[in-house]
């Protein structure tokens, strides 16, 4: 063995390379030695070439026996995994492998020696390798088994993919990012397309609900029966329990409408006005004013009779007038509630409706005042001017009668003459009385009635009665005056339109309420809103509402009408 000096020279590291990389491929036999030298020549240059790969692959390369012990390592294997050749060969596998997982691994190596191929190691495993400093990377490992001289082993290529999977952790950050930015997104415009709908449907709701109000107030419906639709539409539409109307007074807003107040507390209750309550703050402001706690409130002071009904959160807005307010509307609730922009243009363009029909309310009091004060001025010129000229010209007929003592026939005519200048008197007085019907003292109305009931007798040929059982006193001038017109004015309809032939007016108490009922036998007519306005009933109604009375009307055809107008007296 000592003379073989050429053996000793060459180096044993290629002699070992050859025999781990090369296969176990059977050696062609060599022909004759012409062409032995070129061939070991040419073996010499591929192990040097495998040797160098072997050494500089970019990757550790491991090899390993079938006993599981490391063999040879490359030179990336002490920068990957901080030990020397020299501290790797002759240990076993599992020196590089965390504790965790080396229970298992002598299993699954024995499985692959069982049937050994090229393939990926842990494959769809999360697999990791250990530093000699105890520290560990997740690693990809490729094994491909080799058939030796000195029998089978197995090449491990390691490559550290710590890059690769902070690279890969940060792109799957960035995807699940970007896919709870496309949710939060996609759950944003859902919302917002939601609420635009929810939005815009509550917007149609509202402005139905105005037009409904405003339908409702140009029927000629009276102000009470609007003031009460009003506050029942805005608890609806704005889902509030309470919602109140308020009447501007000298130094007081009085509850002359509501909704979801205590028993007996509209028509009584007064709020001051000023920073005293919601509604006086409002009309100092000028401007709607909207309330989300009214625990917290420090703008105006919260009124007794809000914390009694429990009222937490509203809004006010201005109800206007001719040349000032008319008064406040409300809406409020017991929950802590933000009320939107709509909200508070709806609950303005409500009031605005209301200031509307409270405006034409006030132009045809106007009329119907003025009206009365010409019948009144007519009456009284009638009485002081025109009978008193009949009276002259009867005294002076009086007189010609005795001139006509002694021409029989002249005298008789004169005296026709006469009694038809006092029949005009009375009838002038009559018609006088009834422009200007109702006296001062309280008991003006039965003595109008019931000369009202002697000359309906007398003008249009009928039955009329006055029935007034117990004596009925109304001391309110204004509305005696407006219940006779209204009796006036269902007589001249059951007469014109009814062609009635028997007509009873009625007075009386019943329970704190004065009733004046106007029957008749007339033709009637059908309920179905068509014929009122010629009727003259519309002007009945407006009477009725000026003076806080309700007037209610039934009538069928061929079965007469009946008249009933209730006032609420105290």
């Known amino acids: 063995m000592s003379s073989q000096k050429p053996a000793k020279s ?16 059977p050696r062609k036999p060599v022909s004759d030695n012409r062409h032995k030298l070129p061939d070991k020549e040419k073996s010499q240059r591929t192990n040097n070439l495998l040797a160098a790969f072997f050494r500089f692959a970019p990757d550790a390369v491991i090899v390993v026996d079938e006993t599981g012990r490391i063999t040879r390592v490359n030179d990336q294997v002490k920068t990957m995994f901080g030990y020397t050749s020299r501290e790797l060969v002759g240990k076993r596998i599992e020196v590089l492998i965390p504790a965790r997982f080396r229970g298992r691994h002598g299993e699954h190596r024995n499985h ?15 697999l990791y390798a250990l530093r000699k400093d105890g520290s560990e990377f997740p690693a990809d490992i490729m ?121 007996g ?9 000023g920073l005293g309550s919601h509604g006086g703050f409002t009309l100092l402001s000028n401007s709607p004013v909207v309330v989300e706690d009214l625990r917290t409130e420090t703008r105006f002071q919260a009124p007794a009779f809000f914390l009694d009904h429990g009222v937490r959160s509203g809004i006010s ?54 009206s009365s004060r010409e019948q009144q001025r007519i009456g009284q010129d009638l009485h002081d001017s025109l009978c008193q000229q009949l009276a002259g010209i009867e005294f002076q007929n009086s007189v010609l009668v005795q001139q006509l003592s002694k021409t029989p026939e002249a005298r008789a005519e004169a005296a026709r003459i006469g009694e038809l200048i006092r029949n005009a008197t009375k009838q002038a007085r009559a018609l006088a009385r009834g422009l200007s019907p109702v006296e001062i003292e309280p008991n003006g109305l039965m003595s109008a009635l019931n000369s009202l009931a002697i000359n309906a007798t007398n003008l249009f040929r009928v039955r009329c009665s006055f029935e007034c059982p117990q004596p009925v006193l109304l001391e309110n001038r204004k509305a005696a005056t407006h219940l006779y017109r209204i009796a006036q004015e269902a007589i001249g309809n059951a007469v014109k339109h009814g062609q009635a032939k028997t007509i009873v007016i009625s007075l009386k108490h019943v329970d704190q309420e004065l009733v004046l009922t106007v029957k008749d ?16 009933l519309r002007i009945m109604d407006y009477r009725a509402d000026m003076i806080g009375a309700m007037l209610r009307i039934d009538s069928l055809r061929g079965e007469g009408t009946t008249v009933a107008c209730r006032l609420r007296l105290g």
Request: glycine share 8%; with cysteine.
């Open 112 to 126: 692959y020696l069982s049937a050994p191929r090229l393939r990926e190691m842990g494959i769809d495993l999360e």
């Open 265 to 273: 507390t509209v028509g009584k209750i007064s709020l001051p006005i």
């Open 317 to 370: 807005v201005i109800i206007h007038g001719r040349g000032k307010p008319y008064g406040v509307l409300g809406a409020h609730t017991g929950r802590q509630r933000s009320f939107t922009g709509d909200d508070v243009h709806f609950l303005q363009s409500v009031a605005d409706v209301l200031a509307a029909a409270i405006e034409r309310r006030v132009l045809e009091e106007e009329l119907l005042n003025a």
């Open 521 to 536: 036998d007339g033709a009637g007519f059908s309920q179905d809103g068509r014929g009122i306005e010629g009727m003259g």
């Open 143 to 263: 094994l491909s088994p080799i058939n030796t001289e000195e029998g089978r082993v197995v090449i491990a290529t390691v490559r550290d993919v710590t890059e690769h999977k902070r690279v890969e952790e940060a792109l799957r950050r960035s995807h699940e990012e970007l896919e709870i930015r496309v949710r939060e997104r996609t759950s944003e415009l859902a919302y917002a397309t939601q609420t635009a709908v929810a939005a815009f449907e509550n917007r149609a709701r509202q402005q139905s609900a105005v037009a409904e109000l405003s339908r409702r107030a140009l029927e000629g419906r009276d102000l009470t029966s609007v003031l009460d639709d009003a506050v029942s539409i805005v608890t609806k539409v704005l889902d509030v329990e309470f919602c109140k109307i308020l009447e501007l007074a000298e130094d007081a807003l009085s509850l002359r409408a509501g909704a979801g107040w205590k028993e």
């Open 10 to 25: 060459r180096p044993v590291q290629s002699t070992r390379h050859k025999e781990i990389i090369t296969s176990a491929r």
